[in-house]
Each structure stands twice: as structure tokens, then as C-alpha cells.
């Protein structure tokens, strides 16, 4: 139904900025919730953020509070994820996401729908 393209992942010093954008294309109006994800070497899939797409509700994880900053700009259905203050252990590969129809478990990679195809995030100490 919703096509997702990651874009701006890169290599970036501790402490430093990155942001990356989502763009979707498709039956976009069909969106309940675009999601970021990550997942480093060794580890689970991990929630990130998540924004409400017809209202402006965000949700964070305790590991980036303060420091990414999640926004939409829905006249051109894409997602943008603003990273600051980043610290080696955020490098991961992260992943886009769109979900439908939701039991509101937005935090939970098994439940949404499409995906976008990754962008690399490296932070070096």
C-alpha cells in the first residue's frame, strides 16, 4: 500500500547531528502512525519514535528523549527524524515504518506494515 525511502544516514563524530528523512509515497492517506526504528549489530529491532499522522502526537524512547526530534510535513508525506547529541552507541542501521491499523502498541516493530529499506547511522567516538 506505502512505499518508504530512508534518506541522509551517514558517518557523524560523537556529539554531532544527522537527519534523516522519510519520504512515502502511495496510499499515504491510509497512515496511522510512522515509526523510526534501529538495530545494531547483535541486537533487536528497537523503537525509536513515532508520530501520529493526522494529529501531531509524538513518542519517544527513554534512549533519545531530549535529543531526537521526530516531525512530518504531511503535504509531502515525509517523515523526518532530527538527530542531536549522538553518541556511539546510537549507531545502527535505521528503518522507517508505517502502520494501518494499530492496537496502539506503536512502540512494537511486529506491528506495522511497510518498511523503508534502511539508511546506516555511524557515530564515531
Known amino acids: 500500500q506505502v512505499q518508504l525511502v530512508e534518506s541522509g544516514g551517514g558517518l557523524v563524530q560523537a556529539g554531532g547531528s544527522l537527519r534523516l528523512s522519510c519520504a512515502a509515497s502511495?496510499?499515504?492517506?491510509?497512515?496511522?502512525?510512522m515509526g523510526w526504528f534501529r538495530q545494531a549489530p547483535g541486537k533487536e529491532r528497537e523503537f525509536v519514535t513515532a508520530i501520529s499522522w493526522s494529529r501531531h502526537s509524538t513518542y519517544y524512547a527513554d534512549a533519545v528523549k531530549g535529543r531526537f526530534t521526530i516531525s512530518r510535513d504531511s503535504a509531502e508525506n515525509t517523515s523526518y527524524l532530527q538527530m542531536n547529541s549522538l553518541k556511539p552507541e546510537d549507531t545502527a542501521v535505521y528503518y522507517c515504518?508505517?502502520?494501518?491499523?494499530?492496537?496502539?502498541?506503536?512502540?512494537?516493530?511486529?506491528?506495522?506494515?511497510?518498511w523503508g529499506q534502511g539508511t546506516q547511522v555511524t557515530v564515531s567516538s
Open positions: 502511495g496510499r499515504t492517506s491510509s497512515i496511522y502512525y
Open positions: 515504518a508505517a502502520v494501518y491499523w494499530t492496537s496502539g502498541t506503536y512502540y512494537r516493530w511486529q506491528e506495522y506494515d511497510s
